[in-house]
């Protein structure tokens, strides 16, 4: 029999019992669907976290007080005092760090900040200047901050979208005062809307000179991270390897196990969220298949049952010459056009779902996120459609070929 | 050497411990071009004898050859072919593909024999033609009366211009007038040099054939040549 003519019939026999064909290929159009959606968010969290991430640029490097957490015991070593002063001189010296090119120290932690009768409580970031070229992020109004305005503890600030919405509603803000913890700043410049990098968000912050938020907002003497940029891309493992060193000498540590500070390239950073996410789109995919192993029962059985009924024109077709292999083919032809039919219904119900899911996170949400349709999970999902009809559709098969075509033709 | 020859051909079935003798010695040969009726009551072994001719079904004994080949020489695939292409199978209940138009039906056996597709729109209209059916093509088994249900059938069994014709109690479920349109068909067809071999438990239907092999509790009763043969266009009635 040419495919031609068995695909023929296969569409016939499930023309034939329409309804129950199209209620029977549901469970793999729900398995389909549900890994296509998942592979489709996975993939959008993905794009998302990793734009973000590169944002930053894959020149920096992020050095963390304490131990990389390595389990539940070590989280307390988060809240580690280890970065100083000292700590960001001997990084900023060339012949220990030769390809570092700017260093900037991060404070951060939340105040109350009242401008006249509103109060209001946004995120306090202490930086240097240069973290406007760091993160690409420069006030719409005002400027920012010197370097001179941070070596001498200056009371400046520049404040987000949303925390001059709150002070200030649609008064103009550059140039006012407000307090920060009962001290004056002057506002200097405001953020534009979505101010946006890594995890961090502007909107709600207030960038003020890290020596400032130190000394007379937080009354401390060590640094919450430390971000360092390298020169060059290609130098950047050559660099953190230079600051872990750095630091072991200047923190006196010989056992590397002893590390109390954690340095971290944005390419690290990345693998490890990858990593994470892979994980987690694997997990999330491996129990929407379980539906696709039910589908498949489901598609057994309506085999099942459609050579039972069929027992006639199995006993007829073989006594006018057709092989078992014939009978064996036309059955299982039947069962996986039945599985790639819901397949392709999965993965267009999948993409109008994942992109319906794209259009609300990105409405209700400040995240940037973009609907991507992977064509992997597409190829996948017409794949194990295809491998579910193979399986669950094998053994109704084998059984309508190996009919006794006398027995087969006296059944009624 | 004849089309068919069989030689004390025994089939015993076997249900767990009792044994059911079938056939008990049966021989006969049958030459091509020769039209032969196998009767008797139901147990006779009659039905048993076509599915063994039919190479449906394997005796338990004794020989049966047909073409000069018994069913051992060949393999489960090549007795297909066979099936497909030297033998046709008309049955009582027609056994049509329901929701399939006549043609698409007569097609059938072509879809398995090899022939190129090209071919397969004439051969079958070839075949409808000559059991007069060529203005019932597109119609579905249920729009046909019996008797044409029957013609269709008897088209699809001829598409692949088998050497032999079995027929199963071919009128059993018609009424006299349309059955004995069917048996000048088939009578017309043995003219034309089909050999058929009609199976049947009424001496009537079996009077249209050139010899009669009657059979009785698995042996044969007699085996004669049809004096009087019920001739075309003679009315049929029960």
């Known amino acids: 029999m040419t495919l031609k003519y068995g695909i023929k019939t296969a569409i016939n026999g499930l023309k034939t019992n329409k309804s129950r064909s199209l209620l029977t290929i549901l469970g793999i159009v729900i398995g389909v669907m549900a890994i296509i959606i998942m592979m489709s968010l996975g993939e959008g969290a993905k794009q998302l976290i990793v734009g973000q991430i590169q944002s930053i640029g894959p020149k920096t490097i992020t050095i963390s007080p304490g131990r990389r957490a390595k389990g539940p015991a070590n989280i307390l070593s988060t809240f580690s005092d280890s970065l100083k002063e000292k700590d960001l001189e001997a990084l900023k010296k060339k012949e220990n760090v030769p390809h570092l090119s700017e260093a900037m120290p991060i404070v951060f932690g939340s105040a109350t900040a009242v401008y006249e009768n509103e109060t209001y409580q946004p995120g306090i970031l202490g930086l240097t200047e240069f973290f406007s070229k760091m993160f690409n992020l420069y006030p719409s109004q005002g400027r920012v901050f010197t370097e001179d305005e941070v070596k001498s503890y200056a009371n400046v600030a520049i404040i987000g979208s949303k925390v001059k919405k709150e002070l200030f509603g649609n008064e103009e803000a550059v140039g006012q005062k407000i307090k920060i913890k009962n001290r004056n700043f002057r506002v200097i410049g405001v953020f534009p809307e979505k101010g946006q990098v890594s995890s961090l968000s502007f909107d709600n912050a207030i960038i003020i000179p890290y020596t400032t938020a130190q000394r007379y907002i937080f009354g401390i003497k060590y640094f919450n991270s430390i971000i360092v940029e390298a020169d060059d891309e290609k130098n950047v493992n050559q660099t953190a390897e230079d600051i872990t060193n750095t630091l072991r000498t200047s923190h006196n540590i010989t056992d590397p196990d002893k590390d109390d500070f954690s340095v971290q390239t944005q390419v690290q950073a990345m693998e490890m969220i990858n990593a994470i996410l892979n994980v987690q789109t694997a997990f999330l995919t491996a129990i929407a298949a379980i539906s696709l192993i039910v589908g498949g029962i489901g598609i057994m059985n309506i085999m099942m049952v459609s050579v039972s009924e069929r027992t006639h024109e199995i006993g007829l077709r073989k006594a006018i010459g057709a092989t078992d292999k014939d009978i064996l083919n036309q059955f299982l032809l039947e069962a996986v056009l039945l599985t790639v039919i819901g397949g392709i219904i999965g993965i267009a119900l999948g993409a109008f779902f994942s992109f319906i899911g794209a259009l609300i996170l990105t409405k209700f949400t400040a995240l940037q996120w973009t609907f991507t349709f992977p064509v992997f999970a597409a190829i996948l999902g017409i794949a194990v459609s295809a491998a579910t009809g193979l399986i669950f559709g094998i053994y109704p098969a084998r059984n309508a070929a190996l009919k006794n075509p006398i027995e087969a033709l006296r059944y009624e | ?238």
Do not use: C
């Open chain 2, 1 to 238: 050497m004849a089309l068919i020859e069989v030689k004390q051909l025994e089939k015993i079935y076997n249900n767990g411990e009792v044994e059911t003798p079938a056939l008990r010695g049966v021989s006969f040969n049958i030459e091509e071009g020769e039209f032969t009726s196998i009767m008797g009551p139901s147990g006779s072994g009659k039905s048993t004898l076509l599915h063994i001719l039919g190479f449906l079904d394997k005796p338990t004994k004794g020989e049966y050859r047909f073409d000069g080949k018994t069913f051992n020489d060949y393999s489960p695939d090549e007795i297909a072919r066979i099936r497909n292409k030297k033998m046709g199978f008309v049955f009582q209940s027609f056994n049509l593909l329901p929701r399939t138009s006549v043609l698409e039906n007569v097609k059938l056996p072509l879809i398995y024999s090899g022939i190129k597709e090209s071919l397969w729109d004439d051969m079958a209209l070839r075949a409808i033609e000559s059991v007069g059916l060529s203005h019932r093509i597109d119609h579905f088994p249920s729009q046909l009366s019996g008797g044409e249900q029957q013609r269709a059938a008897i088209a699809r069994a001829l598409v692949n211009n088998p050497q032999v014709m079995f027929a199963d109690e071919p009128t059993g479920n018609l009424d006299s007038r349309s059955g004995g349109q069917i048996m000048e068909l088939i009578e017309e067809l043995n003219n034309k040099g089909h050999t058929i071999i009609l199976i049947t438990h009424e001496t009537y239907t079996a009077e249209f054939s050139k010899r009669i092999i009657t059979l009785k509790d698995g042996l044969i009763e007699s085996d004669q040549i049809v004096v009087n043969r019920r001739i075309s266009k003679e009315h049929f009635i029960k």
